[in-house]
């Protein structure tokens, strides 16, 4: 897809649809298919973690982990991407700087604000789907 | 309105733009003109009911009497939808899949998440308008 | 631009690309480029204030004051706007009434709810760019 032609209303429904969708299988533990959101060696980097997970196979196994975690504990985790900030590179590549929330409810008690953080990704088309090529979190806080 | 023909960007579009106003009217009190954001018809299951309600008069009773029991309680409710993972459906119907929020403040007090949820709504175009035909909710934490 | 001809979903869209990124201005203490989001003569009226913030020196010099103070209490927030009703006017405007958060995290410690407002705000087009003209801001619980 040529960027440069892309109308932005389109090139941003496209976007807050791929996060939806994304952060849904997250948050209900299809790890596989969320991993399949990214590049096949895509990256993530979150705080406190020396190195970033890089490709499918280790990004599946941490949202595994994380969701089976969340099970034991007694714990709902749902993402919330907002106030996207979308910019098109010369390369054909798609920065987005975005606020995420964490929001998490204990089995039977009120939910909360778990985190609060910045999300600076590098989107990528591969064919006609886009993919997280690139992700760097930060925590408020922190 | 043909769905098929209809470009994703003016689905999304029309839709936030839809639960931007039902959310607004259902926060300030309107139940009238909330329960006619619904099909004739249309039902709301909520998670501890034992049955949906059904048509635009109950769901106008129950959306006024709980808008009436946030006043009493010196109250103000927000209702926030997020993550929208909008489907088109080969029946001419959009199924919309999105986490949801109320936010709660009480009077002289901070706001604090009240509910977290997930919104699964049938939504159908009436004379270029969406309505609601069904809605389930489920509750975070239940 | 003129709104009559103006697809509502590429309207969204720009819309929600200004706020998304004059709230990161804001949010990042760049108070100076904040205050060019508005009209040269823009105003701001908050809860609690007698008179309207008015002028992009007045805006940046509180936008400007109101992050040191964060900083210097170890705070950080972000404001996230959400369920945009957006509605043109016939003298080429546009309205938006929406719900805004204020997310606060205390450094070390976890994030919050500080803040659940209403912002009502008139938008104009200068040369392409949107300018917040107006903009009326209640809080939940006042």
């Known amino acids: 897809m040529d960027l440069a032609l892309l109308p932005q209303e389109r090139l941003r429904a496209g976007i807050e649809q791929f996060y939806a969708r994304h952060m849904q299988l997250l948050d209900t533990g299809r790890a596989e298919e969320w991993a399949r959101t990214f590049t096949e060696d895509g990256t993530f980097a979150l705080p406190g973690r020396p190195e970033p997970s890089r490709g499918r196979a280790e990004l599946a196994e941490g949202a595994s982990r994380a969701y089976a975690a969340q099970r034991a504990a007694g714990e709902t985790h749902r993402h919330w991407h907002g106030m996207l900030d979308i910019t098109t590179q010369d390369d054909g590549t798609v920065r987005v700087r975005c606020y995420a929330l964490v929001v998490l409810t204990p089995r039977g008690g009120d939910p909360r604000l778990h985190r609060a953080c910045v999300c600076e990704d590098v989107l990528v ?18």
Do not use: S
């Open 125 to 142: 088309d591969e064919g006609g789907e886009w993919k997280v090529r690139a992700r760097v979190v930060t925590r408020d806080g922190a």
